[in-house]
């Protein structure tokens, strides 16, 4: 049965930055059984890892583009790179542009990868999620289901 991986990614101490873990929990216990969910802190090789094993991918993560905060962006990475002008600062050091240019390049990357970013307003330490992405975080996990049941066996 095909792999599909739903990587939620982030700081959960770093105000915006815990948005990809924020979705990723709010998605406990609602994606069909042949998701499987992961949760990281953004380090390259643990995103790297988990797109390896993976025939399908979901990526949620922070950005910082310049669009309003909250603004939520939705790429087919497995089509195109990322805008890597916009998304390859992280504060997780290795930008998730650079990660799945790096899986592309080392033939990792799988054959579906969508990426969902959210406008990030604030990476302050020990703050919240700003509430333009506490607004973002229900309609993202919405979408991530309809993708994810998209990729279901039954659909195939």
């Known amino acids: 049965m095909p792999r599909v991986v739903v ?3 982030g700081n959960r101490d770093r105000g915006d930055d ?6 990723a929990a709010r998605l406990r216990g609602r994606l069909s059984g042949h998701v499987s969910l992961i949760e990281v802190d953004g380090e390259a090789t643990a995103l790297l890892d988990c797109l390896g094993e993976a025939d399908s991918a979901i990526v949620i993560d922070a950005a910082v583009s310049g ?13 195109e790179p ?15 542009a650079e990660a799945l240019e790096l899986a592309r390049t080392l033939g990792t990357l799988p054959g579906r990868c969508i990426v969902y970013t959210a406008e990030a307003r604030s990476f302050e ?11 973002a975080v229900e309609e993202v996990a919405a979408r991530v289901i309809a993708d994810a049941d998209q990729w279901s066996p039954a659909h195939a």
């Open 7 to 9: 990587i939620g990614i």
């Open 18 to 23: 815990a948005f990809g873990r924020v979705v």
């Open 67 to 79: 669009s309003d905060p909250g603004e939520i962006h939705r790429f087919d990475a497995a089509r």
């Open 82 to 96: 990322l805008p890597a002008a916009q998304y390859s600062l992280s504060t997780h050091g290795f930008g998730i």
């Open 125 to 135: 330490l020990g703050a919240p999620l700003s509430p333009e992405l506490v607004l």
